[in-house]
């Protein structure tokens, strides 16, 4: 079935770039998305990038998708304390339907 | 601009109780679904609607009821809850069906329940 993986923790310091990466298997994804989780709060669309596209940037956002090796990355630049929080990846499933999302990357960020 | 409404946001069951999980958006969007989270398994779908009076299961629907007689709501039942049953739970609700388009889909707040 439709799946995605993404490693479960990464730690940075402050003003260092993050890069979380994220692996899916549905190789007709046609969207494919980042959410941020702060602790007891819900999800935070972060950005989306389409299947046709190979880069998107967003301030300090840069989502980097290789369909060939079904792999997606996002690059935060210029990391702050702010941002410590969970990471989702998420794929659309076949149907189009729902999100099937990652277990979520836990960034720690230190100053 | 209320977004996703979620309530109740914290809530303590016996197990063989049942609750209701209510969920409202005002933005007038046809999808709605209702999310588990657990520690170390992301967010899992339960139950979906396209639209009003149109309900389908996700990967994981069974203890757990849904209707969606109006567009604004989205009610979630547990039946006769069980201490699995303990978890996060997210309502999300987008103008279409994602799949449509890369329309935003936005989430409440989330519903903390334990099942003791």
């Known amino acids: 079935g439709e799946d995605v993986e993404q490693s479960l923790f990464l730690s940075v310091r402050e003003g260092d770039s993050s890069v979380i990466n994220c692996t899916y298997t549905?190789?007709?994804?046609?969207?494919l998305y980042w959410y941020k989780q702060e602790p007891g709060a819900g999800l935070q669309l972060l950005t989306y990038i389409f299947s046709n596209m190979d880069m998107k940037q967003d301030q300090r956002l840069t989502v980097l998708l290789n369909k060939k090796d079904k792999h997606l990355s996002l690059r935060i630049a210029d990391t702050q304390t702010g941002d410590s929080a969970i990471y989702f990846c998420?794929?659309?499933?076949?149907?189009?339907?729902?999100?099937?999302f990652g277990k979520g990357t836990t960034l720690s960020v230190s100053s | 601009n209320a977004g996703v409404t979620q309530t109740p946001k914290f809530q303590v069951l016996k197990t063989g109780q049942s609750m209701t999980l209510q969920c409202a958006q005002d933005m007038n969007h046809e999808y709605m679904s209702w999310y588990r989270q657990d520690p170390g398994m992301g967010l899992r779908l339960i139950h979906y609607?396209?639209?009003?009076?149109?309900?389908d299961q996700g990967e994981v629907p069974n203890g757990y009821n849904v209707s969606r007689s109006t567009t604004e709501d989205f009610p979630l039942r547990l039946l006769s809850a069980a201490p699995s049953q303990t978890s996060v739970y997210f309502c999300?609700?987008?103008?279409?069906?994602?799949?449509?388009?890369?329309?935003?889909?936005?989430f409440g707040e989330g519903s903390w329940l334990t099942v003791v």
């Open positions: 998420a794929d659309l499933n076949q149907a189009g339907t729902a999100l099937i």
């Open positions: 999300a609700s987008s103008y279409v069906v994602p799949g449509l388009s890369g329309n935003t889909i936005y």
């Open positions: 609607s396209v639209g009003a009076g149109i309900t």
């Open positions: 549905d190789s007709s994804s046609t969207y």
